[in-house]
């Protein structure tokens, strides 16, 4: 079980995130403990739905966003990955927020002061992501175990709850009220992005191909998340415990994370409570980030087949994220980040039925997951929660809407007429992904991407001979030259090439005059050329050396090497990166992109 524990554990930070915290506050200060029952439903839903994400890793080795590519058309894929990303960057928000107001709590920094800070997690994660997936595991679970030994201290402080009000909790109860702060309970719990996150972090473990090594898989991948989940459940229901506790008996409404942390002090009747409420919150932004990042990079390489490099994909989302949070923290203060919060979480919510049901649509379908599909009571309790999720955000989008309208006043008009395509092309983007298996087949191949590698024989057999005749090898006037020069006269031996020695003179007198410059320095390259020549020469090499004048090198070499037309270009790596990479330019990466010809890179030679 211990190898199989981990990935649930990873995915069970994105249910008690910042988001979180927004959702349960406001349900347990407004509404006592009336809406337990959603946090109950929402996490047993939230079980199923991740156990079938991990199947369907398990089984058929995909993940969500692999499996969608593969099966829909690309308009449709590309669709999906959109809304998907704006889940994330919705997750991401709230991530962003949830930190700068935990230091806000602990450190008295302000909340754009830390809202920019929360930009410098980027380092974090990639320091966490050298260490590996075991690491980053322990890491997680000993976050989760901090605010859980928090919030265990807030209720023991808080007094005991009055279990007959509990229980009633518990019963489901549902009106035009609280449907609101409902559906963002439901969104803040189960997040669409970790149903495609599970189902590619299970690929980590070895699982073997037979179907009993699967079916064993499945087995404990099941009681990983189970025990995950149902600790992810145990603190957000403290949250709302607490709230219900210390702020509905006694009438507060609470309108912001700060309000909530300063009262807990007189309230409870302690500065530490405050303490450890801000001491949780940190942790749970910090978990939060580290899995969505991973989800971000999943997403991108399922749906659109790029590796994008993890800190500039860590970056992009985060400045998606910060960019509304500063402004709002700016213009609307403390109250419209917890407006925002609560927001962000609504976004998740009404992106989780385009995950869902091509998540029950993958693990019903015996081609993909064969005797693992499936079976009949899990496919009818699937749909039925995938109809619960629809019929909420379809009730929300229309009290919502229609709220938007009332208050628009003059710019109602231009409001629906925003609105209408919008919400038609996310209807009918719905009914594509519900009834895909029953159109008919041109329609379901319309289009369609493999993520298939090529057939080894494509690759390996009857391979082409490539001939080389003429052979460009930039010169820097290094001891690089030698290295390069080397590797190229071997090849022009071989195959009775020419070699083409180019040098571009880059001082401050050939930028201004060009060719008509003569300095010492341009006087000493030309007999430095000069000698190679001979050199060469005398081992019937044949050899031409050209001379260029310019500003940027990088652009004389790919327009000379347009004039030539060379089989191969031949170049010396300058062995240098980071800080000198900025100073000194990157030659090799600037001419490798613009060339359609091969380039070897020669490093050095023993």
Known sequence: MLAFAGPAYLVSVGYMDPGNWATDLEGGARFGYQLLWVLVLSNLMAILLQTLSARLGIVSQRDLAQACRETYPRPVSYALWVLCEIAIAACDLAEVLGAAIALNLLFHIPLFTGVLLTALDTLLLLWFTRLGIRVIEAFVLSLIAIIAVCFAIEIFWAGTPVLSDVARGIVPHLSAHN???????LGATVMPHNLYLHSALVQTRQIGKSEQEKRVACRYNLIDSTIALNGALLVNAAILVLAAMVFFRRGIVVTEIQQASQLLTPLLGTTMASVFFGVALLCSGQSSTLTGTMAGQIVMEGFLN???RPWLRRL??????????????YLAG????YKLLILSQIILSMQLPFAVIPLIHFTNN????????????????????AALIVVLNVWLVMLSVRDWSNDSGAWRGRLELALIPILTGLALLLFWVTFQPVLPRWARELGRASIELPEAAAVAENLPSPTYRKILVPLDHTSRDRDAIAHAAAMAKQQNAKLYLLH???????QLFGPL?????VEAGDQYLHQIVRDLESQQIPVEMVVRHARTPTKEIVRYAEELKPDLVVMGAHGHKGLKDIVFGTTINAVRHKLKVPLLIVRGMK
């Open 334 to 337: 403390e109250n419209g980040t």
């Open 179 to 185: 449907l609101y702060i409902a559906i963002g309970i």
């Open 504 to 510: 571009v003179e880059e001082g401050v007198t050939s």
């Open 366 to 385: 015996k081609g993909r997951m064969g005797v693992l599909a499936n079976r009949a009571w899990v496919r009818a309790l699937a749909w039925l929660t």
């Open 306 to 308: 790029i590796r994008m």
């Open 517 to 521: 410059s003569s300095t010492a320095e």
């Open 316 to 329: 992009m989302t985060r400045t998606l994220a910060i960019i509304p949070a500063a402004f709002t923290v």
